[in-house]
């Protein structure tokens, strides 16, 4: 916790913190330069709306080969009962073929000893059920055969609907990740030090005023509970590892690959997206938001950090960076979700 501390208070500014302005005009450059950083920006903020798509679609495409798994075997034990049905069937036509075809309703009218007469009864009536149990079985095992080809059949749709899903935004993710890329790419040394000053600059801009409305004072969510302090522990233990899209471990994350997995290691599965954490998760206010629970920014759910106190996060920021501790407030903020309540 030491180590959170002490990195949460570089990434905070004390209330009332001023940011200077120069006196004179912005330099071209340095216009130019921001322009470019409000770019980038922007391109990796699509780029992680693409991949929140990305792995949606591959969860459902995961699930759904499962399910059609699932119908596959199914079917398959079906196919084998029915099987067996038919031979009893087939095996019943054969002894009656043997017994010279007499239906055994006429061998019981025909018999001339009541006890004979009375016990043939009993067994043609078992006989009749077994039989009627059969045809049943075999009618109802038809159904189901029907039934699970269809669902397979819509499955396999879905499962289509979803890997074309996956390939676009694969190629979104991809586009949008090359643009930024080539923009910082033109940049020189100098320009691209310039640049990473100016993101800082702009986060802890944005953490200062987020400070400066006194929610820290106002908080009232408490510690951590016993799975959310096991949550952090493995988020703070992932940082310095780089986020690769789509990544969830061990190597490198992307922002709701690392929070799934923190959660996943304190033994609480939750939604793999920070969309779907976003819509399934319980909403806590801001104000009572505790270490532990989940912040969801941007208006469309794109981007999740895991709050560890103090008014600061652990998070995947996008590519290029790698897992680290930043100012819970250095983004805008969707809303908090907690996956232990």
């Not at 949460?8 to 001023?18: E, F, I, N, Q, S």
């Not at 990305?54 to 399910?67: P, R, V, W």
């Not at 910082?184 to 801009?205: D, G, N, Q, W």
């Not at 493995?234 to 690392?258: H, M, N, R």
Request: charged content about 30%; proline content about 5%; some cysteine.
């Amino acid at each position: 916790m030491a180590l959170i501390c002490a990195c949460a208070a570089a990434v905070l500014a004390a209330p009332g913190t001023a940011f200077a302005r120069p006196t004179d005009p912005t330099p071209p450059t340095k216009r130019s330069l921001e322009q470019v950083r409000e770019e980038i920006e922007r391109l990796y903020r699509e780029a992680g709306t693409a991949t929140d798509a990305y792995n949606a679609a591959e969860e459902k495409a995961e699930k759904q080969s499962q399910e059609i798994v699932r119908l596959a075997r199914s079917i398959d034990k079906g196919q084998a009962r029915l099987e067996k049905l038919r031979a009893r069937a087939a095996a019943a036509a054969r002894a009656q073929y043997r017994r010279g075809g007499v239906p055994d309703e006429a061998k019981l009218l025909l018999s001339d000893n009541p006890s004979r007469f009375l016990d043939g009864a009993g067994r043609l009536r078992r006989g009749q059920h077994a039989t009627k149990s059969m045809l049943t079985e075999m009618a109802r095992t038809q159904e189901d055969l029907t039934t699970y080809a269809k669902d397979a059949s819509a499955q396999w749709k879905r499962l289509e609907a979803n890997r074309k899903a996956k390939a676009e935004a694969k190629k979104k993710v991809t586009k949008k990740i090359a643009a930024a890329e080539k923009l910082e790419s033109r940049l020189e040394k100098t320009e691209r030090e310039r640049l990473r000053k100016l993101e800082e600059e702009a986060a802890l801009k944005r953490q200062s005023a987020w400070v400066d409305t006194g929610i820290l004072k106002d908080a009232k969510g408490g510690d951590a509970t016993s799975p959310g302090k096991k949550a952090i522990a493995y988020a703070t233990a992932q940082i310095g590892k780089p986020y690769v899209w789509g990544a969830e471990g061990p190597k490198s994350f992307d922002c709701s690959g690392l929070t799934s997995q923190a959660w996943a290691a304190a033994g609480k599965g939750i939604p793999r997206t920070s969309q779907e954490q976003w819509k399934q998760l319980p909403h806590v206010d801001v104000k009572n938001m505790r270490p532990g629970d989940l912040i969801i920014y941007h208006k469309d759910a794109s981007h999740v950090g895991l709050y560890v106190g103090d008014g600061a996060i652990v998070h995947a920021p996008r590519p290029g960076r790698d897992v680290t501790v930043a100012g819970a407030g250095s983004m805008e903020i969707l809303g908090v979700v907690r996956p232990d309540k």
